[in-house]
T-cell receptor
Framework: DGGITQSPKYLFRKEGQNVTLSCEQN?????MYWYRQDPGQGLRLIYY???????QKGDIAEGYSVSREKKESFPLTVTSAQKNPTAFYLC?????????????FGEGSRLTVL | KNEVEQSPQNLTAQEGEFITINCSYS?????LHWLQQHPGGGIVSLFM???GKKKHGRLIATINIQEKHSSLHITASHPRDSAVYIC?????????????FGKGTKLSVKP
């Protein structure tokens, strides 16, 4: 079945550690996105990528980094510079480079900093 | 003021009831999405619409571009409909693909 796979589902991190969240899609989608969700707030865009080897900052990119070496993969690294990293992270993808396609989401990764 | 406002924030219904969730927005949009977030956190896209009305099973979504308002209706609600329903708007054109999300409406349907 085609879809988006995020891993791990749950992750615990000590302060000062970098962690990488995986996002893989087999939908042959061009565009991929990372969102952060906090209680009582709408999803906020961290980074997005519309093509391999290219990505753009979203609204809350500070303390995060991404790469897009392959079309199907868009990993997110939460660095120690992110002041409040405990959150639920969602990866999404969309077919095509224009702003018209339906979004497909993964199941999310919940990061807790101890 | 948030650019996307949903009401109500929380909704409890009895099985079989007709449910309406509202979404108002203050920006020009090219499309509006209704999403369903399950208790586990995964999100499923229900509808993407830019005008008129769409129906899928017991779900109906409508949008009034002039009034900047959309509604999601659930007929004959069932406990399995319990989830958070999120409205998101795609503002303007271009290829950025950014969406503005509402905070969600938490629906609980009691048997």
């Amino acid at each position: 079945d085609g879809g988006i796979t995020q891993s791990p589902k749950y992750l615990f991190r000590k302060e000062g550690q970098n962690v990488t969240l995986s996002c893989e899609q087999n939908l042959n989608h061009d565009a991929m996105y990372w969102y952060r969700q906090d209680p009582g707030q709408g999803l906020r865009l961290i980074y997005y990528s519309q093509i391999v080897n290219d990505f753009q900052k979203g609204d809350i990119a500070e303390g995060y980094s991404v790469s897009r070496e392959k079309k199907e993969s868009f990993p997110l690294t939460v660095t120690s510079a992110q002041k409040n990293p405990t959150a639920f992270y969602l990866c999404a993808s969309r077919i095509g480079l224009t702003n018209t396609g339906e979004l497909f989401f993964g199941e999310g990764s919940r990061l807790t900093v101890l | 003021k948030n650019e996307v406002e949903q009401s109500p924030q929380n909704l409890t219904a009895q099985e079989g009831e007709f449910i309406t969730i509202n979404c108002s927005y203050s920006v020009g949009i090219s499309a509006l999405h209704w999403l369903q977030q399950h208790p586990g956190g995964g999100i499923v896209s229900l509808f993407m619409l830019s005008s008129g009305k769409k129906k899928h099973g017991r779900l109906i979504a409508t949008i009034n571009i002039q009034e900047k308002h959309s509604s999601l209706h659930i007929t004959a609600s069932h406990p399995r409909d319990s989830a958070v329903y999120i409205c998101a708007v795609r503002s303007g054109g271009g290829s950025q693909g950014n969406l503005i999300f509402g905070k969600g409406t938490k629906l609980s349907v009691k048997p």
